[in-house]
């Protein structure tokens, strides 16, 4: 049973979170980058999965603006509050790990697969290694033949916390890219880690290239 402090915690710190990425996302310069990538999916009514690395959780919700999501959330006592949250924004959650309830939750996935819904995941949670995408994401495109959206977050100026992922946190009146890369199909007769290479790849360069959006302005990366 949650103790008293636990119950306090879900009770407040859910909405203070939305509200913070809320007023963060008004403050800051906003940059959108590679949309088209994305939205010429939504404009023929197909839907994607949309990975993205987890130090760069906190402001992601901001930048997506499909028809909603299902987002993997991890079952521990943070991904309870992550996933209340998210429903501040109107967006549900499937809650699971590769460490706690990971195989139901991916069952749940595939099924929602077959519903018009985006799918969220954060391929290197919930403790990493980090930036290196796990079987969940190479299961999760190759069964339901989804293609695979990669997904960004840099910013200007922020705080790295000393965590696992380095998470990130944006302070008021930065620079903040988002970027979406280019879409990833599993291909018939290619290796699972062949297309976790890609996948990886892909990953790798979406983010380079969300932060060479802010050099290019002459502002550094967080």
């Known amino acids: 049973m949650p103790s008293l402090?636990?119950?306090?915690?879900?009770?407040?710190?859910?909405?203070?979170?939305?509200?913070?990425?809320?007023?963060?996302?008004?403050l800051m310069k906003i940059d959108v980058v590679g949309e088209d990538n994305i939205r010429q999916f939504w404009d023929k009514d197909e839907h994607v999965i949309i990975p993205f690395w987890h130090d760069q959780l906190f402001m992601m919700i901001k930048g997506y603006?499909?028809?909603?999501?299902?987002?993997?959330?991890?079952?521990?006592?943070?991904?309870?509050?992550?996933?209340?949250?998210?429903?501040?924004?109107?967006?549900?959650?499937?809650?699971?790990?590769?460490?706690?309830?990971?195989?139901?939750?991916?069952?749940?996935m595939l099924e929602i697969a077959r519903q018009p819904f985006d799918l969220v995941i954060t391929p290197d949670g919930p403790k990493g290694?980090?930036?290196q995408v796990k079987d969940g994401l190479i299961q999760l495109a190759r069964l339901s033949g989804r293609p695979v959206v990669p997904m960004a977050f840099a910013c200007s100026s922020g705080h790295r916390f000393k965590s696992w992922d380095r998470f990130l946190f944006p302070y008021p009146w930065a620079t903040g890219v988002y970027r979406f890369g280019d879409p990833q199909y599993f291909h018939k007769g290619e290796s699972i880690d062949e297309f976790r290479i890609r996948i990886q790849g892909a990953m790798d360069d979406n983010?380079?290239?969300?932060?060479?959006?802010?050099?290019?302005?002459?502002?550094?990366?967080?």
């Open 5 to 26: 402090g636990d119950k306090f915690l879900l009770a407040t710190a859910p909405r203070l979170a939305a509200w913070v990425m809320s007023i963060l996302h008004t």
């Open 65 to 108: 603006h499909g028809p909603g999501v299902k987002i993997l959330i991890s079952a521990s006592k943070d991904g309870e509050l992550i996933s209340r949250a998210m429903q501040y924004f109107g967006q549900d959650s499937v809650r699971g790990s590769s460490n706690r309830g990971g195989r139901a939750a991916f069952r749940h």
């Open 129 to 131: 290694p980090r930036h």
């Open 207 to 222: 983010t380079s290239k969300a932060q060479e959006h802010l050099t290019s302005h002459d502002l550094s990366p967080v």
